[in-house]
Structure formats: structure tokens, C-alpha cells
């Protein structure tokens, strides 16, 4: 009997191939139904994987890359892409090379997985929270489940529960205890692919306004820790988006002990010189306007007051006598827009764990602990962790895929 601890994308995907490999499987599930964190990525699409080559593939890691390499070639996006097909669900590759289902449900990804396991005859316990892994002379043997007395016993158990990162879909930390009571070294853990919250006031008058084409640059102290080009978001707190979650991946270490700092370019195609006769042509248009009522060709309607208010310039003052070196200011200000980020947002915001069960600990090869002989290790409960764009559940597939299939019963 394999148990696999966990119903979410890397438990699923292990129980299946576990099962196809002819072993006798049973899931345990501490919520009410399989795949809740599932459900709500990619804004409930489901981002399966990204189509991208082995190469960017491999550059989207943030930690631990080296040691997908048996993961990713056993099982690739390609193949992920095949696997989904093959059970009935319809894939199409967007922008970014990301991959969705054609339906844009993430339900559609978690009713193909689940029909496979009904296929596979693989017992699935709902409601049913783990609270130990019994080992014996150095082999997971079985595990206690809550309000049982006696143990469910294994030849092997799978531990696929997810990090800390949405807490509310069950993922409260569960596999590091385990790992720590079996003698294993979980890393620091941190929020990732998270949110900032901003000091600034004003961002609170840009809530909901989405700018593309921005580039983004984040330094922690005096030391340049990111800069990408894409798509961001103002929000109630701060500042989201593509561009914001990708650059938590990097802060992670700085966050506690260095003032933080985001830098927004918002016209990154245009040098300061360009930018500058690009104002100096509207200004001329509305020569007679006031300030406030010449940047409509510039900017969003919404960030317009923001940047009035902070260029310092009167917003009543006629277009034709702001000065050069006012002008040259408000081109400074949109080249180089400064934000103070208070802190990361917290694990109910993060859509991953940095951090985790160390993989020097883990055979590459098969998922296997090193320590504990039969107990494997899969998915989010990994230290490894991904840039947004399907990299984080490519790492569940790949790594759910090795253990189900190198998994023994003794």
C-alpha cells in the first residue's frame, strides 16, 4: 500500500502514476474535496505548465534548479501538456507561452485528474487529517490519523501537502513538521510570488488601475536585487501584478534587514531626452490649458492627479509657463516613480513557500528521502520554488510524477 498525504496537484498527479504502476494507492485528504489551492491559481484558469524550452524552463527556477534536472527530463512540459490532453482536457498556450485549459476552469484540470484516479481504483479519504508518520528501524512504515488510535500502515508514504501559502485551502505547514520529526532540515521558510505594501498614501488613489509595458526595479539597500519589464497592478495596499510577484522571489533574504525600495519607468521605451520633447510637443498643443489638463495624452486618467501632486507644480499654472526645469522634473518623475515598500504581504496573498524540506536530503532521482527509506517528498514542500507562468506546477507534475513511478512496495 502507497499512502500519498495531500490532494492537491503534486499528491493527484503521484497517486496516479503510483496507481498506473500497479500498486495499491490510498489518498488522504484533510479537506472536503481534491485540489483547492488548484482551483484558485491562474485566477481560477489554472496555469497547468509553460511551453517554453527545456532552457527557460530551467532559468524560470528560482532555487534548487540543479536538482529538477532527473525531474524535469522524466517528465516535461510537453509531456504534462500530453497528459492533460489524453484525459480529456483541452489545453491552448497563451502569451508568455503560459498553458491554460481551453474552458479557462481550473475545475476542468482538477475533474480530469480526479476521473483518473476513480479510473485507477485509488481510495480517496476525505476529512481526513494527518497527524504523524510512523517510522521504524530508519522505514516509513504507516500514519496516524487524527482521532485514530491505531496507525494505517504503508510501504511507502508520499508527502505532498503543499507549503504555508494560502492557508485557508490547508496548506498550515503539515509535511515540515513531518520532515522535522523524522530528522530532516527544513530551510527558512518565506512568502512568495507575494504582493508589497507600499507606504506612499497615494497608491490608495491608484487602487485598480493596471499599467502594461512598465519596467520595475527593486532595490534592497543600495543593492539592485531586480529589474523586468511587463505588467503591474495598484491595489488598496500597494502594488501586485506579474512584475511585483516576480520580484518577491528575489527579496525574500533582504526583506528583514534592508530598506526596500520599487523604482516604476513608466514609458521604459522612451530615453529622457525622447520623453522630453514627447511632453515638450503636448505642452505645446495646450499652451493655453492648465497643468492639471496637460498629461491626458501621457498618462492613465487616474494617475494624472498623482503625478501633478508630486511634480510640485501648481496644477492651475498655465501649460506655457512651466518651466524647463519643471518640465525636465515631471520627465524624471515618470522615468523613475518612487515607492517605500513596508513589507511583503502575508502567506494568505503568497501563491507559493519559498523554502523547505532541503533537497540534499532527497534523491533527484526518485523523490526519495535519503534518511527515512520510503517516505518521498513532492511538490511545494520542496525547498524549490518558481517565477510566475506555469514554472510552480510544472515542479509538482514533474516531481509527483518521478515519485509515483519510482515509488516500491516492500
Same mark, same amino acid.
Given at each position: 500500500?502507497?499512502?500519498?498525504?495531500?490532494?492537491?496537484?503534486? $499528491?493527484?498527479?503521484? *497517486?496516479?502514476?503510483?496507481?498506473? /504502476?500497479?500498486?495499491?494507492?490510498? #489518498?488522504?485528504?484533510? /479537506?472536503?474535496?481534491?485540489?483547492?489551492?488548484?482551483?484558485?491559481?491562474? !485566477?481560477?484558469?489554472?496555469? @497547468?505548465?509553460?511551453?517554453?524550452?527545456?532552457?527557460?524552463?530551467?532559468?524560470?527556477? @528560482?532555487?534548487?534548479?540543479?536538482?529538477?534536472?532527473?525531474?524535469?527530463?522524466?517528465?516535461?512540459?510537453?509531456?504534462?501538456?500530453?497528459?492533460?490532453?489524453?484525459?480529456?482536457?483541452?489545453?491552448? @498556450?497563451?502569451?508568455?507561452?503560459?498553458?491554460?485549459?481551453?474552458?479557462?476552469?481550473?475545475?476542468?484540470?482538477?475533474?480530469?485528474?480526479?476521473?483518473?484516479?476513480?479510473?485507477?481504483?485509488?481510495? =480517496?479519504?476525505?476529512?481526513?487529517?494527518?497527524?504523524?508518520?510512523?517510522?521504524?528501524?530508519? !522505514?516509513? %512504515?504507516?500514519?496516524?490519523?487524527? $482521532?485514530? !488510535?491505531?496507525?494505517?500502515?504503508?510501504?511507502? &508514504?508520499? &508527502?505532498?501537502?503543499?507549503?504555508?501559502?494560502?492557508?485557508?485551502?490547508?496548506?498550515? $505547514?503539515?509535511?515540515?513538521?513531518?520532515?522535522?520529526?523524522?530528522?530532516?532540515?527544513?530551510?527558512?521558510?518565506?512568502?512568495?510570488?507575494?504582493?508589497?505594501?507600499?507606504?506612499?498614501?497615494?497608491?490608495?488613489?491608484?487602487?485598480?488601475?493596471?499599467?502594461?509595458?512598465?519596467?520595475?526595479?527593486?532595490?534592497?539597500?543600495?543593492?539592485?536585487?531586480?529589474?523586468?519589464?511587463?505588467?503591474?497592478?495598484?491595489?488598496?495596499?500597494? =502594488?501586485?501584478?506579474?512584475? &511585483?510577484?516576480?520580484?518577491?522571489?528575489?527579496?525574500?533574504?533582504?526583506?528583514?534587514?534592508?530598506?526596500?525600495?520599487?523604482?516604476?519607468?513608466?514609458?521604459?521605451?522612451?530615453?529622457?531626452?525622447?520623453?522630453?520633447?514627447?511632453?515638450?510637443?503636448?505642452?505645446?498643443?495646450? !499652451?493655453?490649458?492648465?497643468?492639471?489638463?496637460?498629461?491626458?495624452?501621457? #498618462?492613465?486618467?487616474?494617475?494624472?492627479?498623482? @503625478?501633478?501632486?508630486?511634480?510640485?507644480?501648481?496644477?492651475?499654472?498655465?501649460?506655457?509657463?512651466?518651466?524647463?526645469?519643471?518640465?525636465?522634473? %515631471?520627465?524624471?518623475?515618470?522615468?523613475?516613480?518612487?515607492?517605500?515598500?513596508?513589507?511583503?504581504? $502575508?502567506?494568505?496573498? *503568497?501563491?507559493?513557500?519559498?523554502?523547505?524540506?532541503?533537497?540534499?536530503?532527497? /534523491?533527484?532521482?526518485?523523490?526519495?528521502?535519503?534518511? &527515512?527509506?520510503?517516505?518521498?517528498?513532492?511538490?511545494?514542500?520542496?525547498? #524549490?520554488?518558481?517565477?510566475?507562468?506555469?514554472? /510552480?506546477?510544472?515542479?509538482?507534475?514533474?516531481?509527483?510524477?518521478?515519485?509515483?513511478?519510482?515509488?516500491?512496495?516492500?
Amino acid at each position: 500500500m502507497v499512502i500519498v498525504i495531500g490532494g492537491g496537484a503534486a $499528491g493527484m498527479m503521484a *497517486a496516479i502514476f503510483a496507481a498506473r /504502476n500497479g500498486h495499491q494507492v490510498r #489518498l488522504l485528504e484533510k /479537506n472536503e474535496k481534491l485540489g483547492k489551492k488548484l482551483y484558485i491559481t491562474g !485566477k481560477g484558469r489554472c496555469n @497547468i505548465t509553460n511551453a517554453s524550452d527545456m532552457d527557460n524552463l530551467f532559468a524560470n527556477v @528560482i532555487s534548487n534548479r540543479k536538482f529538477l534536472y532527473s525531474a524535469f527530463y522524466g517528465f516535461d512540459n510537453m509531456q504534462t501538456i500530453q497528459f492533460f490532453e489524453e484525459l480529456g482536457c483541452k489545453t491552448k @498556450i497563451e502569451r508568455g507561452e503560459r498553458v491554460f485549459p481551453v474552458s479557462d476552469k481550473s475545475s476542468d484540470v482538477i475533474n480530469a485528474l480526479h476521473r483518473e484516479l476513480q479510473r485507477l481504483k485509488v481510495d =480517496i479519504s476525505f476529512n481526513t487529517e494527518v497527524t504523524k508518520i510512523v517510522e521504524k528501524d530508519g !522505514k516509513a %512504515v504507516g500514519v496516524i490519523i487524527a $482521532g485514530k !488510535k491505531e496507525m494505517l500502515p504503508a510501504d511507502a &508514504v508520499i &508527502v505532498a501537502t503543499g507549503g504555508m501559502s494560502y492557508p485557508s485551502t490547508g496548506s498550515t $505547514g503539515d509535511g515540515y513538521r513531518f520532515a522535522k520529526e523524522l530528522g530532516h532540515k527544513v530551510t527558512k521558510l518565506y512568502q512568495s510570488l507575494v504582493p508589497f505594501q507600499i507606504e506612499e498614501e497615494y497608491v490608495r488613489e491608484l487602487q485598480g488601475l493596471s499599467l502594461k509595458n512598465v519596467s520595475l526595479k527593486v532595490y534592497a539597500g543600495k543593492k539592485k536585487v531586480y529589474d523586468d519589464f511587463g505588467e503591474m497592478l495598484f491595489t488598496h495596499f500597494g =502594488i501586485s501584478g506579474p512584475l &511585483v510577484l516576480s520580484a518577491s522571489s528575489f527579496l525574500t533574504s533582504f526583506v528583514d534587514r534592508e530598506e526596500i525600495k520599487a523604482y516604476i519607468d513608466l514609458k521604459p521605451a522612451l530615453s529622457e531626452e525622447q520623453l522630453d520633447d514627447r511632453i515638450l510637443r503636448d505642452f505645446s498643443e495646450m !499652451k493655453n490649458k492648465q497643468f492639471k489638463n496637460g498629461l491626458d495624452k501621457l #498618462l492613465p486618467k487616474k494617475m494624472i492627479p498623482v @503625478i501633478v501632486e508630486l511634480s510640485g507644480i501648481n496644477p492651475e499654472k498655465p501649460i506655457n509657463s512651466i518651466t524647463k526645469e519643471e518640465r525636465l522634473g %515631471v520627465v524624471r518623475l515618470l522615468k523613475n516613480m518612487e515607492l517605500h515598500v513596508e513589507r511583503m504581504r $502575508g502567506y494568505n496573498e *503568497a501563491i507559493i513557500t519559498k523554502g523547505g524540506v532541503s533537497v540534499k536530503e532527497i /534523491n533527484p532521482s526518485t523523490m526519495e528521502s535519503t534518511l &527515512v527509506e520510503g517516505l518521498y517528498f513532492i511538490g511545494e514542500v520542496l525547498d #524549490l520554488d518558481a517565477l510566475t507562468g506555469g514554472y /510552480n506546477l510544472q515542479i509538482a507534475w514533474s516531481t509527483a510524477y518521478l515519485a509515483g513511478t519510482e515509488v516500491k512496495e516492500k
